[in-house]
Every structure is written in C-alpha cells, then in structure tokens.
C-alpha cells in the first residue's frame, strides 16, 4: 500500500512539473510576438509617410 502511495504522489509531482513546463513555455511563446519598440507620435500624424500604414498597424499590435 505504501508502495502505491508514493508513486501515485511521484506522478501527480511530475504531471505538475510538465503542466508548469508548458505554462511557462506558453507564456513565453506568447509574449515572443511583442517586439514592438517605440512609435514616435508625431511620425503617425503624417499621413503622406508611405511607412504610415505599417506604423499605425504596429502602433495598434502592441497596445492590444
């Protein structure tokens, strides 16, 4: 009986390990596509930019 025990503890342990392993991989997957860097303001005020359109798309990526 306490042979069972203590490997059922040592999966539950292990199951939580690999569950916390993927979280964290995830987690870090997921904030990997916020590179945005720093958009000036007074760049996306000129329209005439032929970056405008790609400034603004990245502007509204990283805010959300």
Request: glycine content about 6%; hydrophobic content about 45%; overall charge positive.
């Amino acid at each position: 009986m306490k042979k069972t025990v203590t490997v059922t503890a040592a999966v539950v342990v292990l199951v939580a390990l690999v569950a916390m392993g993927a979280l964290v991989g995830l987690n870090a997957l997921a904030g990997s596509h916020r590179t945005c860097g720093k958009v000036n303001p007074t760049e996306l005020r000129q329209p005439s930019d032929p970056e405008y359109a790609k400034k603004l798309e990245q502007l509204a990526r990283c805010e959300s």
